[in-house]
Antibody, heavy 116, light 112 residues
Framework: EVKLLESGGGLVQPGGSMRLSCAAS????????MNWIRQPAGKAPEWLGF??????????EYNPSVKGRFTISRDNTQNMLYLQMNTLRAEDTATYYC???????WGQGVMVTVSS | DVVMTQTPPSLSVAIGQSVSISCKSS???????????LHWLLQSPGRSPKRLIY???NLGSGVPDRFSGTGSQKDFTLKISRVEAEDLGVYYC?????????FGAGTKLELK
């Protein structure tokens, strides 16, 4: 059974940093592109970026809206996906999802609140 | 960015009724490989989005054939035949042809 489980969310002050994790199981992790998407309450999802699979060298693509502040990485030995978020702003407040091969399988999401 | 325009924003339906949702993109969604990367997802209340249809018309695993997708280039439609209670929620179209990937604003399907 495919499972994606995000963790690491919570409350952070503006200007702060946070790292989200996504634990993957039930599939061959290195075969898949892995995405991060966020969704502010009551709004549509926003794609943040992805990291490619082994066959494509684990390279990354980002939404310009977060490029330079957010970094996606993966640990293929642990089947883990990460999202490092820096210089956080109030508008980064959202539920953050990891997803396999958009529009594919999504995790249950983790909430991030940026507030003083 | 490619703008995805969904209509209507909301629909009120009776169980057993058929409905259609439109999604129009600001650019053609045909990729250089000839495929069209337009997808439909459903977000049931309190849940994460779930893939319904990928590449215009292909049903995701386990998705009932009451759902169907059609369209080409910039104009796409999701049809739900014989709506059931489990179909309620917000439907999103999404494109993964052009960077950055983008989503429509959603269509909320509610019970009449």
């Amino acid at each position: 059974e495919v499972k994606l489980l995000e963790s690491g969310g919570g409350l952070v002050q503006p200007g702060g940093s946070m790292r989200l994790s996504c634990a993957a199981s039930g599939f061959t992790f290195t075969d898949f592109y892995m995405n991060w998407i966020r969704q502010p309450a009551g709004k549509a999802p926003e794609w943040l970026g992805f990291i490619r699979n082994k066959a494509n060298g684990y390279t990354t693509e980002y939404n310009p809206s977060v490029k330079g502040r957010f970094t996606i990485s993966r640990d293929n030995t642990q089947n883990m996906l990460y999202l490092q978020m820096n210089t956080l702003r109030a508008e980064d407040t959202a539920t953050y999802y990891c997803a396999r091969n958009l529009p594919g399988f999504w995790g249950q999401g983790v909430m991030v609140t940026v507030s003083s | 960015d490619v703008v995805m325009t969904q209509t209507p924003p909301s629909l009120s339906v009776a169980i057993g009724q058929s409905v259609s949702i439109s999604c129009k993109s600001s650019q053609s969604l045909v990729y250089s490989d000839g495929k069209t990367y337009l997808h439909w997802l459903l977000q049931s209340p309190g849940r994460s989005p779930k893939r319904l249809i990928y590449q215009v018309s292909n049903l995701g695993s386990g998705v009932p054939d009451r759902f169907s997708g059609t369209g080409s280039q910039k104009d796409f439609t999701l049809k739900i035949s014989r709506v059931e209670a489990e179909d309620l929620g917000v439907y999103y179209c999404a494109q993964t042809t052009h960077f950055p990937y983008t989503f429509g604003a959603g269509t909320k399907l509610e019970l009449k």
